[in-house]
């Protein structure tokens, strides 16, 4: 049997970038092969270098970036050819066309003045040179695959009209238009809900397996990775430091950054609101840079911490009995959101989308309520209409037994300091123009807390502390922080204010899973410490049942299942919820085995139809 030739052979690439401190090395001279039919994940935390190696094969970085090494790609059009070689010419034939790519961030990846259905087509059109009519009946069923809710409409919208994971669904129509021989996925499910991960998933697995694509997939959700990848490439500060099949990646971890990666995630059987293991845990440094692994300690609790830990157990008690004596903090009652659509040039209304259809609840003090759902189901438009960001159209919200709509504006204003909101996106939530330290005075000095600017300078330092940053970090802009650094800005923020509900709306989604350990762990003591409610908006079932004491299931702007995370995971009631559940990665060896297994099922199937 002849050895297969790789798709693509990258050797010691290197990529560089001139800053102002200097020379920063952000892949260091890595080397890995991708074989047709095959999927190799590249895993890490942010700031490994897993999406600048996805930038590098195509000559996307900035231009202050040095590429060096090899990365010998077999093109269909023009050969063997070193894709780092290549002129923007030959780039062109290639990129979209023989390397599909889904990138991160589909908001910016998205030209906001044209339609969704005109982007995916336009690239139809300009590398397959097929009709209008042909391109748009493609692209049409691209949509349908890609499981797009109504993709005529969707054809029509353009991008701000859509959610997220809408959005996300567009850009791997686009990716996959083509029929690419390589697929470049960066992170291309981390917007997505379960189900339209798990549909996602398995049109790439089944696309890679009929056509024989190989599959670039970089991910920090091992889940996901463990059930759609061959090999794993992990990486730490732009180096692999291991790779190897995804089974023995999985079951025995040789490297202790590879450890830690797999203890950090909340799985099923992790124990609800339990403190969550960090790479921290497993792995330490020296002046160096070399690695060691920290050897586990028993821990053999002093007479100080029983004590501590029993009077934490008492006051824990008495707090939640004084909660369930309390009236809710937070009532929802009937509450409505409904957005126009409106058609023609005259804009008339033709009908109504139903974003919220109905929603009751309450929200007792110190509760975390999890309110999932599927993409579009009305989650963040639900939080959104609490908070009065977005005008109900029917309904009530009380807050404290108050009516939040029929409060004038400067009451509603001086009322929000106890209800606050953590975003998604925490870089679009935090002025670039301000420091840090600004971003977190700013609301004291509007609502006017504490006596001077001293005291509440003071008080931004604490918050800062106790988000896990330091003092000097408050002299800082946005920009010059990772994902999970900007996220606990936001929190510190949020946290400004000494607000009784925080709503959480996808706050972890786009974190790694170390740096979401280190998140959920901080709310789940600040909660403790202060006693707060949580409304906790997620996609990720297994984060959900970890921090929460109820979960709401959201489907087309209703509530249509809830209860406690035990209740609803042993034996769910609604047939969404059970839908949800059965689409969860599990991400174990018996999973792994099973993908693998079916993926060869399939592979069979094909060869027995073409002989």
Not at 462 to 473: C, F, P, Q
Request: hydrophobic share 40%; proline share 5%; aromatic share 6%.
């Amino acid at each position: 049997m002849s050895i297969p030739t790789p798709i693509l052979q990258v050797t010691d690439l290197e990529t560089t970038f001139a800053t102002r401190q200097g020379i920063v090395r952000a892949v260091d001279g890595i080397s890995f092969a991708v074989y047709p039919g095959e999927a190799v994940a590249i895993v890490g935390e942010s700031g490994s270098g897993k999406s600048v190696t996805a930038l590098s094969l195509l000559q996307l970085l900035d231009p202050n970036a040095q590429t060096s090494g090899k990365a010998m790609f077999e093109s269909r059009r023009l050969g063997a050819v070193d894709v780092l070689q290549l002129k923007e010419k030959q780039l062109q034939q290639v990129r979209g066309n023989e390397i599909g790519m889904i990138f991160q961030d589909p908001r910016s990846s998205l030209n906001p003045v044209h339609t969704c259905g005109q982007q995916v087509a336009e690239v139809l059109l300009w590398h397959q040179r097929i009709p209008k009519e042909e391109a748009r009946e493609r692209v049409l069923y691209l949509f349908e695959q890609a499981r797009l809710p109504r993709p005529e409409q969707i054809y029509d919208t353009y991008p701000h009209q859509i959610s997220g994971g809408q959005k996300q669904r567009v850009m791997i129509a686009m990716a996959m238009a083509c029929k690419p021989s390589l697929l470049i996925a960066d992170e291309p499910t981390t917007a997505l809900d379960v189900t339209v991960q798990s549909r996602m998933l398995s049109l790439i697995d089944e696309l890679r397996v009929k056509q024989n694509m190989a599959v670039l997939f970089i991910s920090h959700d091992l889940g996901v990775v463990a059930e759609i990848a061959d090999r794993v490439l992990v990486m730490y500060k732009g180096r692999v430091v291991e790779q190897g099949k995804v089974l023995d990646i999985f079951t025995n971890p040789q490297h202790p950054y590879t450890k830690g990666l797999l203890a950090c995630r909340p799985t099923l059987s992790t124990k609800p609101q339990s403190k969550l293991a960090t790479v921290a845990d497993f792995m330490e440094e020296d002046k160096q840079g070399i690695i060691h692994e920290k050897k586990q300690q028993v821990y053999e609790p002093s007479l100080v911490d029983v004590v501590n830990a029993y009077v934490g157990t008492v006051t824990g008690i008495k707090q939640q009995r004084d909660n369930s004596q309390k009236p809710p903090l937070l009532q929802v009652e009937d509450l409505q959101v409904h957005f126009p659509i409106r058609k023609g040039i005259f804009s008339r209304t033709t009908g109504y989308v139903k974003a919220v259809d109905g929603v009751s609840f309450d929200a007792k003090h110190g509760e975390t309520i999890a309110l999932v759902g599927e993409s579009g189901s009305g989650k963040t438009t639900l939080g959104r209409a609490i908070l009065q960001l977005v005008e109900p159209t029917a309904g009530r919200v009380l807050f404290e037994g108050e009516d939040l709509a029929s409060m004038k504006a400067e009451t509603l204003r001086q009322s929000r300091r106890h209800f606050q909101m953590i975003f998604q996106d925490p870089y679009t939530s935090l002025n670039p123009m301000h420091t840090v330290g600004e971003a977190i005075l700013e609301p004291m000095r509007v609502h006017k807390l504490y006596g001077s600017d001293k005291e509440r300078r003071g008080n931004m330092l604490e918050l800062l502390e106790r988000v896990g940053l330091t003092s000097a970090h408050a002299q800082r802009y946005p920009q010059s922080f990772s994902g999970g650094q900007r996220q606990r800005i936001a929190i510190a923020r949020a946290l400004a204010l000494q607000p009784k509900l925080l709503i959480c709306d996808e706050s972890v989604s786009a974190l790694d899973v170390s740096v979401q350990a280190q998140v959920l762990n901080l709310l789940n003591e600040l909660k403790r410490d202060f006693n707060m409610t949580y409304l906790f908006i997620t996609h990720d079932l297994a984060v959900a049942r970890h921090m929460s004491d109820r979960i709401l299931v959201m489907h087309e702007g209703r509530i249509v299942e809830q209860g406690t995370p035990a209740q609803l995971f042993q034996n769910p009631q609604h047939a969404y919820t059970r839908s949800l559940l059965q689409a969860i990665p599990a991400g174990g060896p018996e999973a792994i085995v099973a993908a693998q297994e079916k993926r060869e099922v399939l592979r069979s199937g094909i060869a027995q139809h073409q002989d």
